[in-house]
């Protein structure tokens, strides 16, 4: 378990753009799935690792698909804590809240540390929810990564921004995770409000799909978080094809002045 | 309005709450502002009351089912709200959601459905207001409440099929969010069940609780006394809180919710009550069907209505405090429901309504009973005909 926003400031202060792949726990197998971590780790500041869940409403098809695959395969939530091996690279659990709920807050953030995770992304845990399961994850050390919507009004980016240790996640539009044609015109726009709400670095994700975006969205942010068109490659290609898109998205983000 | 269960953050016990992205806060918070000032505007309530009288048709009838109640010696009372317009008391609601999304600017309405009831209720708000309509339904629930698919089209709604999950009503609910956090600046998400984050199940069990105060007004009218049981199904439960809110205060009235035991309790059902723990779905915490990873259930029932792993929180803050009951009955007991309906009334009535009848049947029971008749059963007659020998 590394200290998150040390690791990820660290890279910041050295003039470099963080870069985060989502993958998806137990994709494309249970057998194959450590080694996807390890491809995509290759290229990334952090990696972002789902946790298969039923009824996943903040996902679009591509991931959602990758859900209910990994799920028929056997795959649950907390078994992708089991197959996870150690990495140089910080890990992060995105995981909706009933898993957690149902295992247990504490336990919850017990298992997640001993499998290595740093820290905790729950889409569906707003702040007025949290606050016990993030006095938790402190006491675990697990950082928490709160995220700010578009609608959020300045008084709730202040107090979600607050509740953060590792990085702020802007969502970049108002919608569900998937590949676009472009970026959201409203991505620039919630970075600059977070920033003034916060010294943690400021990552942009949903809808994040290609080097080109991922230049755009750092002109203003610190970093972004790629998913939808990370999971497409690694189910349609394998890791392989996920870990040269990012080597591309990693060389253009280093381009940038 | 009566004594209100609801706390100001949404908590019915432990139970209720706001589990949802942050994107969709604004606009619950907007909803909530919304209502509670609509709820104490005279001019709302007038109107409100206007289309609840002129379009629903209410008051409802409360009918004593004499040859019904002979069947299971009790004197059973009937609730009829397969009586208002579009044959369920689905339209108490999103008339009155309706007429809120317009107060609130909204320009576009969408809902879930089920058994296609909510569906079909919704799409009829949307075209008397003049908004469009989409409506999101399980694939497989489609296929047998085919009717209901083609009056929501008639109704000039759109219908998109869900064929994720277990393409039932869990999964149109899912796919209502995301289009909801997509469009929620122009977009209000009719929920048609006492489910959802804060403020829905408490919005949705206020417009219901119309069917309780008439019906409670009505039973001491014609029967001279309050009821020693009150009677509803339990899918989401909107139909149940409804009725059950009339009588909330009423100590000696005991109420009673049957869900859907489906095949049976230990194989595939629909019982989130009988059978669920805690968790988190759909923005609420409720009971729920899962396993031991917090992964929901497939429910099971042979009514697209109660073919739902949770419930909501009001029922299951009423189960855990005792004030209601809850019971079960299978799809073959509600088949049987059904049937006794048809044959003593004359009533066809809705499968999901047909558990609550089952319950009577298989229970002995004496004294006064209303029962929540929640909607007809044209919707039901295909799914009846296939089981027919």
């Known amino acids: 378990m590394t200290d998150l926003r040390a690791h990820l400031e660290a890279a910041t202060r050295s003039g470099r753009k963080l870069l985060v792949p989502y993958v998806m726990g137990g994709i494309p197998d249970r057998v194959g799935f450590p080694s996807v971590v390890e491809a995509v780790s290759e290229y990334a500041d952090a990696v972002e690792v789902g946790l298969p869940f039923s009824d996943p409403l903040m996902d679009g098809p591509v991931i959602a698909a990758a859900g209910e695959r990994a799920i028929a395969g056997g795959v649950g939530p907390l078994d992708v804590l089991d197959l996870l091996a150690r990495t140089a690279t910080p890990l992060l659990a995105m995981t909706y809240y009933n898993p957690i709920h149902s295992v247990g807050e504490g336990d919850f953030c017990a298992r997640a540390v001993a499998a290595g995770i740093s820290g905790l992304i729950v889409p569906d845990l707003p702040v007025e929810e949290s606050t016990r399961l993030r006095a938790l994850a402190a006491d675990h050390g697990l950082a928490w990564i709160p995220l700010v919507a578009p609608t959020s009004s300045s008084q709730r980016i202040e107090a979600i921004a607050a509740t953060g240790t590792g990085f702020v996640y802007a969502v970049s539009t108002m919608g569900v995770t998937g590949v676009r044609e472009s970026l959201s015109e409203r991505a620039a726009a919630v970075v600059e409000r977070c920033r003034a709400a916060t010294d943690l670095p400021v990552l942009v994700g949903i809808g994040v799909s290609s080097a080109e975006h991922a230049v755009a969205a750092c002109r203003s942010a610190d970093g972004v978080v790629i998913g939808s068109a990370v999971v497409a490659r690694v189910m349609d290609e394998g890791a392989g094809s996920a870990s040269e898109f990012l080597k591309g998205v990693r060389s253009a983000l280093d381009r940038l002045p | ?389």
């Not at chain 2, 009423?318 to 299978?330: M, Q």
């Open chain 2, 1 to 389: 309005m009566k004594t209100d269960p609801v706390s100001s953050a949404g908590w019915f016990g432990d139970f209720g709450g706001r589990y949802v992205p942050e994107a969709l806060i604004g606009a619950l918070e907007e909803l909530d502002d919304a209502w509670n000032a609509a709820r104490s505007d005279e001019a709302f309530l007038h109107d409100l009351g206007a289309l609840h009288r002129d379009v629903v048709g209410r008051p409802t009838p409360l009918y004593e089912a004499e040859r019904f109640s002979q069947r299971v010696g009790a004197r059973v009372f009937l609730k009829r709200e397969d009586l208002a317009h579009t044959g369920a008391h689905k339209i108490n609601n999103t008339l009155g959601q309706v007429l809120l999304a317009r107060r609130m600017g909204k320009s576009r309405v969408i809902a879930e459905t089920g058994a296609g009831q909510h569906g079909v209720a919704t799409a009829t708000a949307a075209a008397f207001f003049g908004l469009p309509c989409v409506v999101y339904m399980g694939a497989t629930d489609m296929r047998r409440q085919h009717l209901n698919v083609v009056r929501m089209q008639m109704l000039g709604a759109e219908v998109v099929g869900v064929e994720s999950g277990s393409a039932t009503l869990k999964d149109a609910i899912n796919e209502a969010l995301r289009d909801w956090v997509t469009n929620v600046e122009t977009t209000h998400y009719v929920i048609g069940s006492v489910v959802g984050p804060h403020p829905y199940p408490e919005l949705v069990a206020s417009l219901q609780s119309v069917i309780g105060d008439e019906a409670r007004a009505q039973v001491v009218e014609v029967a001279g006394e309050l009821p020693t049981e009150v009677v509803a199904c339990v899918g989401g439960g909107s139909n149940a809180i409804g009725l059950f809110r009339g009588f909330y205060d009423d100590a000696g009235v005991r109420l009673v919710g049957v869900e859907a035991a489906g095949e049976g309790l230990d194989r595939r059902n629909g019982a989130s009550i009988t059978r669920g723990r805690p968790g988190v779905l759909h923005g609420a915490r409720s009971l729920l069907l899962q396993d031991d990873q917090g992964l929901i259930a497939h429910a099971h029932s042979i009514s697209a209505g109660l073919d739902y792993p949770g419930v909501g929180p009001e029922h299951s803050w009423l189960a855990s405090t005792g004030r209601a009951t809850y019971v079960t009955a299978t799809d073959d007991e509600a088949v049987a429901g059904f049937k006794a309906l048809a044959e003593t009334e004359g009533i066809l009535p809705a499968l999901e309504t047909s558990h609550a009848l089952a319950h009577l049947l298989s229970n002995a029971s004496s004294g006064t009973v209303v029962l929540g008749l929640s909607g007809r059963g044209d919707k039901d007659v295909e799914t009846l005909a296939e089981l027919a020998p």
